[in-house]
């Protein structure tokens, strides 16, 4: 595994109503909303669009590890902390870690693995993009 991302990039995500459940924390699902948007923010919607539209191609979930350590409650503003690694040719895994304010240790933490698929969900090389030399 070759590391391609010492620091981590920082995110904000606002944890409104309609991410909490019955018992008024964030629904474990919506973590991975938060996620998204991070690796949205990294690679940049603008690439993915273009990827996505001009080449036919994109990324999908393999596997997700997920651990929740402190539920996160409406109205806190959480930061995203990503780290991400290239793993060989066709998969790059992101580390997440959701911090709430004032947090001493993150509320949740996630790796997940994506790939790389081209024209016909084939699985391809990932391309050359700016976040990765970052």
């Known amino acids: 595994m070759t590391d391609t991302n010492q620091t981590p990039h920082i ?5 409104y109503y309609e991410d909490t459940d019955h018992s008024g924390v964030v629904y474990h699902a919506n973590y991975l909303k938060f996620f998204e948007r991070a690796r949205e923010d990294i690679i940049g919607i603008k690439a993915l669009a273009g990827m996505w539209h001009d080449q036919n191609i994109g990324f999908a979930v393999y596997k997700i590890t ?4 402190e539920g996160a409650v409406f109205g806190d503003l959480l930061t995203i902390r990503t780290t991400w ?3 060989g040719a066709y998969r790059i895994i992101f580390s997440h870690e959701a911090w709430r304010p004032d947090g ?3 509320a949740v933490t996630c790796t997940l693995e994506l790939v790389c698929l081209g024209p016909n969900k084939k699985l ?10 970052s």
Not at 11 to 15: G, P, S
Not at 66 to 69: A, D, S, T
């Open 124 to 133: 391809m090389p990932i391309p050359d993009l700016e976040f990765l030399m």
């Open 104 to 106: 001493t240790k993150p």
């Open 11 to 15: 995110f904000k995500a606002q944890v």
């Open 66 to 69: 997920m651990g929740f350590h």
């Open 85 to 87: 690694k290239i793993d």
